[in-house]
């Protein structure tokens, strides 16, 4: 199946990836293939907003399981994303993209501020814009922060760089049989809980018309291949 092209897009790099093959944290030899990518990415012609998860810091539900109150563990999860949108941001400066960073917690001394008409100037102006802290509030996701990001923004789709290359049947880390889907429709995924994505992302999309494409941020180059329409990945809400 070739999937449509699109130009401007939001792209969610999964926080986890970018442990490399450390148990925890940011490896700069991880952030810096990803930052190439992404650059090549720019040059080739999109517009690009990313939102970086914080899995490889800090999860807030984890945190609570473990007896964290739930609203701080969701505000330290979401500091977390700030220090990965920080390096991202470094990694791409340091190979001469012009970025902005801008948090959903006001952090003035940090980044700037989310707002919506400025984050549009940026990318008409031809930056990478960045968007931290999630949407600013608890008992959300970085993946809900991107589809809500995605719609302010007026993307086309929702890249989900990820560490799995699509969404399966089940989920593929636990169950070894599972099977990828190609395309899917968004009422599948909610009627059959497919966690790969959380459901108010994925009801958030559906309301907006945002197709969102699952792929592997793994493997290198697999960005450039999945945005030019091919490789492994699940295209969904272009099928019912
Ligand atoms: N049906 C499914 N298909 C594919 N993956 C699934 C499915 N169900 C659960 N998963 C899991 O979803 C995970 C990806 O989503 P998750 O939100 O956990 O990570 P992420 O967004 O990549 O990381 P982060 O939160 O750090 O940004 C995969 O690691 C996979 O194991
Ligand atoms: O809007 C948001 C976004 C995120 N959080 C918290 O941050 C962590 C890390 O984000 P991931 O999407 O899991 O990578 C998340 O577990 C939440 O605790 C939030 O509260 N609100």
């Not at 497919?194 to 969102?212: F, T």
């Amino acid at each position: 199946m070739k999937r449509p092209a699109f130009k401007r897009i939001l792209l969610k790099l999964s926080g986890e990836v970018l442990m490399g093959s450390s148990e925890f944290g940011i490896d700069p030899e991880t952030v810096n293939r990803i930052a190439a990518e992404v650059k090549s990415a720019k040059e080739a012609g999109f517009e690009l907003c990313l939102v970086v998860g914080g899995g490889n810091i800090f999860r807030g539900l984890a945190a609570a399981a473990k007896g964290f109150e739930r609203t701080s563990a969701d505000y330290m999860g979401m500091l977390a994303t700030v220090m990965n949108a920080l390096a991202v941001q470094n990694a791409l400066e340091q190979m001469g993209c012009d970025t902005r960073v801008l948090s959903a917690i006001p952090m003035a001394s940090v980044c700037e501020p989310y707002i919506r008409r400025k984050a549009v100037r940026h990318l008409e102006k031809g930056r990478i814009v960045i968007f931290a802290a999630g949407t600013g509030n608890p008992y959300f996701t970085t993946d809900t922060a991107a589809a809500l990001r995605a719609a302010e923004m007026g993307c086309e789709a929702l890249f989900k760089g990820t560490s799995v290359d699509g969404v399966y049947n089940a989920d593929p880390k636990k169950d070894p049989s599972a099977t990828r889907y190609d395309e899917l429709g968004f009422d599948q995924v909610l009627k059959d809980n497919l966690k790969v994505m959380d459901a108010s992302a994925v009801a958030l999309c559906r309301e907006n018309k945002i197709p969102i494409v699952v792929f592997s941020i793994r493997e290198q180059g697999n960005l450039a291949t999945v945005l030019s329409g091919g490789g492994t990945a699940t295209m969904v809400g272009t099928t019912e």
